[in-house]
């Protein structure tokens, strides 16, 4: 190649923002080149597995580029480009792998070495370089023991070469969803979702892939990791990961991990391009036109931060337009332009996110589309000074951050006294209830001039999910704020500082794992932050453990052999998936001994809970089995239960009666399902879990939580059926809803409905589209669930477990 020739633009790379970038010069009659090291074009798109639906998201931006790109197959996608690239005459070189880029300081030329595939070197001369590489070359591998086994692979061309396999796929984003409804087809299919729902896949993969899940075409396995994969005797592989409920396996034929790439960084920080920090996954530094810190040379697409097609594509053509003196505003300039109104009103937005970026460490390390994308889903509020933010016990789990102004935490010590904690603009809070998903741990109100970004849970689990940053922070963040929410009434901001200084470790306990166990050494403080757990102690007489207690979120376990400096007196169990904040066994005893407020109401609750094991020495055992039975049963993860005293229960079903004709006609709960122990019957009624399944995967987002904590669903519902898959108890049904019933009987003796529970109703249409139901609480009613006012000799209770727990020891 003639060196001496000189382009104005050099486009690297020919996927989605290349193709785009090098289309829109063409259009300019901007002297350009477009090198592919491929011999075909758009080598991303082309590596997708055959067949492949390409969507075309975000759907609320307009496509600006000189190419056209609509859903479709993936092989229409590549010839409809092909044919226009032809058609439009781009100056494409192909078998141009670009092995290094040097810019000249004193003309701010850049030449460019490229290796062919047979091995000859050329060079390129040009103004202006723009690097839309993608990603492919540096796929992440699962990290575990056996990752490089033949059997495991990290991409599916063909789904059609495997028939009458059991497969594994590892990643729950588009592409591992995609590889799985497409091996579904001739094959059994796991796949492992480390998340509890699918947060960060495109709205149409999130809907195919709960509609296979839920029609048994592939099993989903949720907040699921791998441990290790080997040979195995009768399958190629021993798939072994850690599940909700514990260690499971997979006899396996093969696994496919689909967990995405992180950029080159070798090779593009040869070029003198800069990344903001160590973290692999991070992206280049770059401007609001996607320059580099390298004058002259532009990033776009993935490895710039932007994934999706339609935004890659925006991208190529906006930073052309750029580079000839012709910049255009973002596709989603008017719409973030309005919602900021109330805070900058008249700033441009690039200016905002550039803001939100330096004041909210949350966000230091998000690019700059992402935090766009953030924005336009979140709220901007601007409360008055002294204004209810959220109230403690409620049950909501949106997230804040505070842009401007501060908020003021309230905290009610055990002496009943108010204690307020402030923080402060780049602040953030409402992680606790949405992590832990129970009631507000505090009152926020919000203080002087004060704006707050108020974010849905889907969108900020799906922030957490896609950046390890926002997550490492987000953890932090709550140790923290927990510790000022469990022990800020009696320890100074400083003594919580020295508490976190000293070492707070994140630990996450599937179902049935110890924490720890009697007679190990003390490590640390347990602060439950997630889940629940028993206390239990060794049964000599009876054999086995016998449990003590139960501890849910928001209190913590561990306290008494620090203060006696002495052996764990007993065993910690996680009754659910639990996560615990682990505080350092060191720092907590020296806080204990220098905060003499702290120390006492630690002794006082060791003297508590001392007493009631000994009470518990010379009772029957029958309450720590009722209590290993209702765990047993999922009760642990309960915010509110039904329970059925037998002996008091003489089966009028008035119950059921009762709510069948307070919810038009179809009963929430089944008296005579479920299981017994001794005399208490857990029927078929809805728990209004503290992190409902029900709520995953909800396209209408039809299920919602009221700040008393009943879960409900909203006549957005669409019928199809998700929460009742999801459920792991079998609450949720599919019904009609039935006109209310006309007459005398048992309704109008209870509620004055003036129901006949013989009555027919003529305009009942039974073909009309089914939706789910379930209990909720009869939010609406005052007098509170109809089923318990009902039962005419108080067998029937709804209450807490953890208060039911407390009564029964």
């Not at 079903?653 to 001794?678: D, I, Q, V, W, Y």
């Not at 700040?707 to 929460?723: K, M, P, R, T, Y």
Request: hydrophobic share 35%.
């Amino acid at each position: 190649m003639d060196a001496t020739e000189l382009y104005e633009i050099v486009i690297v790379g020919s996927g989605p923002a290349g193709l785009s970038a090098a289309a829109r010069a063409k259009a300019l009659g901007v002297r350009h080149v477009l090198l592919e090291a491929q011999p075909h074009l758009s080598d991303t798109i082309y590596q997708y597995q055959k067949g492949k639906h390409v969507m075309a998201e975000p759907g609320i931006l307009p496509l600006r580029s000189d190419l056209s790109f609509s859903v479709g197959k993936r092989e229409a996608v590549l010839s409809t480009w092909n044919e226009e690239m032809g058609q439009q005459g781009v100056n494409v070189a192909h078998g141009q792998r670009v092995t290094a880029i040097v810019r000249d300081p004193e003309s701010g030329v850049f030449t460019l070495t490229s290796q062919s595939n047979g091995g000859a070197a050329s060079t390129w001369r040009s103004t202006h370089v723009i690097l839309a590489i993608g990603l492919q070359g540096n796929i992440r591998k699962l990290g575990v023991p056996g990752e490089d086994l033949p059997q495991v692979q990290y991409t599916l061309s063909d789904p059609d070469e495997y028939a009458g396999e059991t497969i594994v796929v590892v990643g729950a984003g588009d592409a591992g969803i995609e590889n799985a409804l497409a091996l579904a087809e001739k094959n059994t299919v796991y796949i492992l979702n480390r998340q509890e729902e699918f947060a960060t896949c495109k709205e149409g993969n999130r809907v195919l892939i709960t509609a296979a899940e839920k029609s048994g075409k592939i099993k989903v396995r949720y907040s699921a990791t791998t441990k290790y994969i080997e040979p195995a005797d009768d399958t190629p592989l021993l798939f072994v990961f850690n599940g909700k409920h514990g260690e499971e396996s997979v006899h396996a034929h093969r696994v496919i991990a689909r967990l995405g790439a992180t950029p080159p960084r070798k090779l593009i920080e040869s070029f003198g391009v800069v990344f903001p920090n160590a973290n692999p996954a991070s992206t280049p530094a770059l401007s609001d036109s996607y320059e580099s810190n390298v004058p002259g040379l532009y990033i776009v697409g993935a490895l710039g931060g932007y994934p999706l097609i339609k935004q890659a594509m925006n991208q190529g053509y906006e930073v052309v337009q750029t580079i000839v003196g012709r910049p255009v505003q973002p596709a989603d300039e008017s719409l973030l332009r309005e919602k900021l109104i109330p805070w900058r009103p008249g700033v441009p937005v690039s200016q905002v996110t550039e803001e939100i970026k330096s004041s909210v460490p949350l966000f230091s390390h998000v690019t700059t589309l992402q935090l766009r994308e953030f924005m336009l889903e979140s709220t901007l509020l601007t409360p008055q000074k002294g204004d209810v933010i959220f109230r403690k016990f409620d049950y909501t789990n949106t997230f804040y951050s505070i842009l401007e102004g501060t908020v003021e935490i309230e905290l009610t010590g055990n002496d009943g006294k108010v204690r307020q904690i402030k923080l402060d603009k780049g602040q953030y809070f409402g992680e606790m209830g949405l992590i832990s998903g129970r009631r507000r741990t505090a009152t926020i109100r919000a203080g002087a001039d004060c704006v707050l970004m108020e974010t849905p849970r889907r969108t900020m689990l799906k922030l957490i999910a896609s950046v390890d940053d926002v997550r490492k922070r987000m953890d932090m963040v709550f140790v923290r704020n927990a510790i000022y929410n469990y022990l800020g009434n009696m320890l100074s901001r400083t003594a919580i500082d020295a508490l976190v200084a000293g070492g707070v470790t994140v630990k996450r306990f599937e179902a049935k794992q110890q924490l720890f166990k009697e007679g190990d050494p003390a490590d640390g403080m347990y602060l439950i932050r997630r889940g629940s757990v028993t206390v239990s102690r060794k049964d000599e007489a009876r054999g086995g453990e016998r449990i003590l207690s139960y501890v849910a979120a928001g209190n913590y376990v561990g306290e008494m052999a620090l203060l006696r400096d002495a052996p764990r007196s007993a065993t910690v169990t996680a009754t659910v998936l639990t996560e615990a904040l682990v505080l350092d066994a060191e720092t907590v005893r020296d806080q204990l001994i220098a905060n003499p407020s702290w120390r006492k109401s630690v002794e006082d609750q060791v003297i508590s809970r001392t007493e009631q094991n000994v009470l518990l020495e010379h009772t029957k055992s029958r309450d720590g089995e009722l209590m290993q039975f209702l765990l047993g049963q999922g009760v642990g993860e309960a915010s509110d239960v039904l329970l059925i005293n037998e002996t008091m229960c003489i089966q009028c079903n008035n119950c059921e009666t009762a709510c069948a004709e307070t919810h038009n006609g179809t009963s929430r709960l089944k008296r005579a399902l479920g299981p017994t122990f001794a005399n208490i019957h857990l029927p078929t009624a809805c728990r209004h879990c503290e992190n409902p399944h029900c709520m995953k995967d909800c396209p209408p987002d039809a299920i919602g939580r009221s700040l008393q904590g009943e879960v409900f669903i909203s006549d957005a519902c669409i019928g199809c059926g998700n929460c009742e898959r999801n459920c792991p108890y079998g609450v949720i049904q599919m019904a009609v809803d039935k006109p209310p019933k006309r007459g005398g009987g048992l309704s109008w003796l209870l509620f004055g409905l003036g129901a006949s529970p013989g009555e027919r109703q003529a305009d009942y249409d039974p073909a009309v589209q089914k939706k789910a139901v379930k209990c909720d609480l009869c939010k609406d009613l005052k007098g509170g669930p109809s089923c318990v006012r009902a039962c005419p000799t108080g067998a029937a209770i709804r209450i807490s477990p953890e208060k039911f727990f407390k009564n029964q020891m």
